[in-house]
T-cell receptor
Framework: AQKITQTQPGMFVQEKEAVTLDCTYDTSDQSYGLFWYKQPSSGEMIFLIYQGSYDEQNATEGRYSLNFQKARKSANLVISASQLGDSAMYFCNVDRGSTLGRLYFGRGTQLTVWP | DTGVSQDPRHKITKRGQNVTFRCDPISEHNRLYWYRQTLGQGPEFLTYFQNEAQLEKSRLLSDRFSAERPKGSFSTLEIQRTEQGDSAMYLC???????????FGPGTRLLVL
């Protein structure tokens, strides 16, 4: 089974600064996908960024980038130029990338951006 | 709004009652997922449909839980004889063919008294 570890239950960053949210995963699959989702207090899960296990370049989406280190099974999220609206719970996920596609979630990291 | 929608957004019920939640996926999305999220935890997978076929069910989905997607469009999740431990946020997600990204709805918050 897949397993996600997010070791930072809470992170604080000042507005306009960059922050890195850690994620390690464990999977026996050769082909898989890595995702980051954001969940504000309203509860909706918002997709941020995706990295395929065979992608050689790190994924980027606007202010979000994924620092993918396959050998270490690490997929850290980097948020540049933090904004107050970035305050939320962040979840790292892995899926099997093949037939089933279910997501395995970690416990999340609560990010707080302060002015 | 063309996102995933869920109804109701909130539900309060008494223990022992049955509840049913509905999820309308994004149009053309053939895969649909249900997850359950309790306070302080990440979502846990419950079940997965591809079109109308239910392809996988988690062991979390006890015999009191049933999900359907009869026409391959909207889906319902029913919980019979609710228990206080069923109190959670129930999230629905959908994804299009040949794409892994799942798009989530706003969730249904269930409180069982």
């Amino acid at each position: 089974a897949q397993k996600i570890t997010q070791t930072q239950p809470g992170m604080f960053v000042q507005e306009k600064e960059a922050v890195t949210l850690d994620c390690t995963y464990d999977t026996s699959d050769q082909s898989y996908g890595l995702f980051w989702y954001k969940q504000p207090s309203s509860g909706e899960m918002i997709f941020l960024i995706y990295q395929g296990s065979y992608d050689e370049q790190n994924a980027t989406e606007g202010r979000y980038s994924l620092n993918f280190q396959k050998a270490r099974k690490s997929a850290n999220l980097v948020i540049s130029a933090s904004q107050l609206g970035d305050s939320a719970m962040y979840f790292c996920n892995v899926d099997r990338g093949s037939t089933l596609g279910r997501l395995y979630f970690g416990r999340g990291t609560q990010l707080t951006v302060w002015p | 709004d063309t996102g995933v929608s869920q109804d109701p957004r909130h539900k309060i019920t008494k223990r022992g009652q049955n509840v049913t939640f509905r999820c309308d996926p994004i149009s053309e999305h053939n895969r649909l997922y249900w997850y359950r999220q309790t306070l302080g935890q990440g979502p846990e997978f419950l079940t997965y449909f591809q079109n109308e076929a239910q392809l996988e069910k988690s062991r979390l989905l006890s015999d009191r839980f049933s999900a359907e997607r009869p026409k391959g469009s909207f889906s319902t999740l029913e919980i019979q004889r609710t228990e206080q431990g069923d109190s959670a946020m129930y999230l629905c997600a959908s994804s299009p063919p040949s794409q892994e990204t799942q798009y989530f709805g706003p969730g249904t918050r269930l409180l069982v008294l």
